[in-house]
Nanobody
Framework: QVQLVESGGGSVQAGGSLRLSCAASGRTYSTYSMGWFRQAPGKERESVAAISWSGGVTNYADSVRGRFTLSRDNAKNTVYLQMNSLKPEDTAVYYC??????????????????WGQGTQVTVSS
């Protein structure tokens, strides 16, 4: 079993930055691929970013590419989502997820095995 705890959410003005963290505990972490998802009110959950267990492969949604950066520190069992140039449309609850595989399936949230509780990100114009 793996427990995931997100932190770093909050309120920021458009153009600002936030860094989300997702700390994992429980079973061995380093062979899990990780993903970030978000869900805005009235909308479906969408993939934001994903990273392989080695950290060598990442992918981003077109809407965040160039503004968000996903990284991981396996020694600390933590992944980080650096979000820059935030826009009001980035407002959502952000969730991290872990998949029991060194690789991820982009956009396939049902392939992830563990989920955090979510953290709210609010971007005002």
């Amino acid at each position: 079993q793996v427990q995931l705890v997100e932190s770093g959410g909050g309120s920021v003005q458009a153009g600002g930055s936030l860094r989300l963290s997702c700390a994992a505990s429980g079973r061995t972490y380093s062979t899990y691929s990780m993903g970030w998802f978000r869900q805005a009110p009235g909308k479906e959950r969408e993939s934001v970013a994903a990273i392989s267990w080695s950290g060598g492969v990442t992918n981003y949604a077109d809407s965040v590419r160039g503004r968000f950066t996903l990284s991981r520190d396996n020694a600390k069992n933590t992944v980080y989502l650096q979000m820059n140039s935030l826009k009001p449309e980035d407002t959502a609850v952000y969730y991290c997820a872990a998949r029991r595989s060194p690789t991820y399936y982009w956009g396939k949230d049902d392939t992830y095995d563990y989920w955090g509780q979510g953290t709210q990100v609010t971007v005002s114009s």
